[in-house]
């Protein structure tokens, strides 16, 4: 993993790219509407998903595309080792570079516009979840669209990441609202682990189809 962190961190580009961009919108977002506007809580957290899914797409594409030009994949297999953990390995440094900063920035423009008051930590997790679910879906999507174009993968699993937009859309109003979220953030949490890893196994017999 440690590799695939000092790959990721050397292509500056793909991990601090998505990272200003959701930046950018989070600033952007209260200059386009009055500030003292009823609205602004309600109108941020949608923002906020609709900027995550964003971001999610941005950050996987084309994830795998250096490894699988380079024929860094069918040496794996050549050799025997597993594609499995190399795909882990891979979204592992995308999750540490991109995703906890991107749910850093979340948090910090949440409680920015009023949207998060108290909870911090549990605000944190649950942004920082359901990115991993996101990233993971995505990367399916990006390997599928090996050589083919991203858009068929966003078009092939944008489904699978409406009930990760629901389930955190719960998850923001009982933030806002005050209401315990304990359980909601526990089922985040376990959908991004399940999420992750059978994303992850499923994105190894994609690229191993590619490659044969």
Same mark, same amino acid.
């Given at each position: ?96 570079? @991109?995703?906890?900063? =991107?749910?850093?920035? +979340?948090?910090?423009? #949440?409680?920015?516009? %009023? *949207? &998060? ?15 991993? @679910?996101?990233?993971? =879906?995505?990367?399916? +999507?990006?390997?599928? #669209?090996?050589?083919? %174009? *991203? &858009? ?27 209401? #315990? ?32």
């Amino acid at each position: 993993m440690i590799t695939e962190l000092f790959k990721l961190f050397q292509r500056t580009r793909d991990w601090l790219g998505p990272i200003l961009i959701f930046t950018m919108i989070m600033i952007a977002f209260p200059l386009s509407l009055n500030i003292y506007s009823a609205d602004l809580i309600s109108s941020f957290e949608s923002v906020l998903v609709i900027s995550l899914l964003m971001i999610a797409f941005i950050s996987c594409d084309g994830i795998f595309n250096e490894d699988f030009l380079d024929g860094s994949f069918e040496m794996l297999i050549s050799e025997g080792g597993s594609l499995f953990q190399a795909v882990f390995e891979k979204l592992c440094a995308s999750f540490v570079l @991109i995703s906890f900063p =991107i749910a850093l920035a +979340g948090l910090l423009f #949440s409680i920015a516009n %009023g *949207a &998060i008051n108290q909870n911090y930590m549990i605000a944190l997790l649950g942004i920082f979840f359901v990115n991993i @679910i996101l990233n993971s =879906i995505f990367a399916f +999507g990006s390997a599928i #669209s090996l050589n083919k %174009g *991203a &858009i068929l993968g966003v078009i092939s699993v944008l489904p699978f990441s409406m009930p990760a937009i629901i389930l955190f859309g719960r998850f923001l109003d009982s933030i806002s609202s005050n209401i #315990s979220s304990i359980n909601l953030l526990q089922l985040l949490g376990g959908t991004s682990i399940i999420t992750f890893l059978i994303f992850s196994w499923l994105c190894s017999r994609i690229i191993k189809l590619h490659i044969e």
